[in-house]
């Protein structure tokens, strides 16, 4: 998604019929009412008509701008139920109401009541008439204006909480997720900024790049969508949208169509991806720009993801196979670090472990054997039973790798120092360098035991060739309670299958 082609295209759409302009007179005359409604009857601004209502004292006013709060101008008078009726409105709407958008005109005919400079240096109004001087073309010129100050206004706030909208979703994206969690991500946030009612998926293209697809697979769905997970987006969308779909991705552009958006990603890798979000009740100008710039923050965060995790992967390459090297001095037991890494996470997902610390599981059981790259390579290689003195130098591994891990500040390094000095504890105290024992043994160096020992006796080494699967399974049975932690053991048999497949997927 890192390259955004900017240019939009838009779908024919019916024109809309845009909603009139509330205007509010309050004045305790009738005939004002009368006259000004008379006035004003054939008044248009922007395209739209006028919405004439009617209040007779301040308090029924109150009532209806409590009411409508897209009421754009109040005519109001100053008398009426009391002296200061209009001026105590003024207050009411700006600190009870809140109310900071409404233009206010005062319009009295009693000047002498309320001096234009008095009010306007203490109320927040927005123009004074005398009524005497209103006359029909003073009265249109003076609503253009106040009608024009209302626009604007609302159309910056508009802007504004848009905007924020858009910083508040562009920030949860940004925001660390693994990968297969963005599109999920992307989709609830575009909906959170479309409004309730509308649902968004996301499509996969297989074979980006080339002739138009002949499937569109939804990878992921929100909403009213999430039953279309899996399936051909084609098959399952109105004529219409398929159209759209088809469109953006042989366009290579956003389409924006009647009641739906479609939304075109290719990243750096070239793989592409279609956003479709439906069920869009209102669509506008300022709508669409900023359906632009949250399309155009996603896509440098998926750039970003997906530089991260390139970043990722190489480190993770040179983790394992340096960790594979340490053990032989070669690259035969990479795919062996993998596989602890891989059942470490497993174990720990079973054991309750939360998510977290399961992927640093994963990143760290790879380095138990780190501290070999310190054993000489005679007793490392050797074929043979180690005499007793060479199983002491041998032993020395696991202090050796916790130091070397130990000096990092860094959490994945923090955890697999641990697993180094605790791995080669038994869960009836036998084990070393310390002789721990039960939960004395850390829950990581308890768990990659289990795992590296079952990957081992599966694998062929210099001094011995890979065990039967059955013969791993007695003998990991034979040592529940001994030399592995019972719980543990008894995961690994539950989900039997699932560990001898991950072997499979990874062979040496």
Known sequence: MGVL????????????????????????????HNV??????????????????????????????????????????????????????????????????VRIVLRTGQPGQAPEHEVIA??????????????AQKLATTLYAALRAYRDMRTIETNRRGLEQVIRASGEVFAHHPPQEFASIVLTQLVNLI???????????????AALPEHFPVVAADG??????????????????????????????????????VLHFVDSNASEALLYVGEVQERDELGDRLMQVFCSNVAIAFENLHLNQELLDSQLDMVYL?????????QETANHVRRVGLLAALLGRLHGLDAKTCELLNYAAPLHDIGKIGIPDAILNKPGVHTLEETEVMRTHAELGARLL?????????????IAISHHENWDGSGYPR????????????????????????????????????EIRAFIADKRGSKFDPEMTDLLFANWDEVVALRHNLPD
């Open 5 to 32: 082609d900017d240019r939009l295209e838009f779908a024919a759409e019916p024109s809309r019929i845009l909603p009139p302009w509330k205007v509010l007179i309050v004045d305790d005359e009738p005939e004002v």
């Open 36 to 101: 000004t409604r008379l006035v004003l009857g054939n008044f248009r601004f922007a395209e739209r008509p006028l919405e004439l209502l009617s209040a007779y004292s301040s308090r029924d006013a109150e009532k209806l701008l409590r009411g409508h709060d897209d009421i754009a101008v109040v005519l109001l008078d100053v008398v009426m139920e009391s002296e200061q009726a209009g001026l105590n409105l003024v207050r009411a709407i700006r600190e009870r109401l809140h109310n900071q958008f």
């Open 122 to 135: 203490s109320y927040d109004i927005n123009d004074y008439k005398e009524k005497t001087e209103l006359t």
């Open 195 to 209: 409004g309730t009612g509308s649902s968004a998926l996301c499509c996969r293209i297989s074979r980006p790049g």
């Open 224 to 261: 009213s969508y999430r039953k279309m997970l899996g399936q051909h987006a084609e098959e399952q969308l109105p004529a219409d949208v398929v159209v759209s779909l088809r469109d953006s991705y042989q366009r290579r552009r956003h389409v924006f169509g009647e009641g739906h958006y």
């Open 322 to 330: 340096l960790a594979g090297a340490a053990e032989s001095r070669s």
């Open 406 to 418: 130990g000096g990092s500040r860094r959490p994945v390094f923090r955890l697999a120092a641990d």
């Open 435 to 470: 002789g721990l024992r039960g939960t004395e043994i850390p829950v990581a160096g308890r768990i990659t035991a289990l795992a590296d020992v079952f990957d081992a006796l599966g694998s062929r080494r210099c001094y011995k060739e890979a065990w039967p699967e059955a």
